[in-house]
């Protein structure tokens, strides 16, 4: 439940001003579309490279958003795993959340699960193989 003081706050900066679309970025145009016609494919695994600060997280939110495109957020957001490398978890404890979250039913038919893993260059060896 939220404080009265922060219930009525306007949306934060980043959130308010951060890129929804592809062309939101600074990105050639054969780069936005490549992006968009890998949404579009069976099975994708997408490593999104870049300096802190430049957008990364931005455009993996971006293409979440864009695969599950013609539903409601509410109705995919458990369809969707965010991982921050940062947070303080051991190995196994990432390997029996993605195992269980994997083994779960996708709640939007016709739709898979996306698992998006944050500041992963950050990680250890052992994580870095888990999530290889």
């Known amino acids: 439940m939220q404080s009265l003081q922060t219930a009525n706050l306007p949306a934060p900066f980043v959130r308010k001003y951060a890129p929804r679309a592809f062309e939101d970025f600074f990105v050639p145009p054969e780069t936005a579309g490549a992006l968009a016609r890998l949404i579009g494919a069976d099975h994708v695994s997408a490593l999104i490279v ?8 931005s455009m993996a939110n971006t293409m979440v958003s864009k695969y599950y495109e013609g539903t ?3 109705e995919w957001s458990d369809n969707v795993r965010r991982i921050s490398v940062l947070k303080d978890h051991s190995v196994n404890h990432y390997k029996s959340d ?11 038919r016709e739709k898979k699960k996306v698992v998006v893993i944050d500041d992963v260059d950050v990680a250890g060896d052992a994580a870095q193989v888990l999530f290889k």
């Not at 269980?100 to 996708?106: H, I, N």
């Open 50 to 57: 870049g300096e802190s600060g430049t957008g990364k997280t």
């Open 72 to 74: 409601a957020p509410h």
């Open 98 to 108: 993605i195992i269980f979250f994997c083994q779960t039913a996708s709640g939007v």
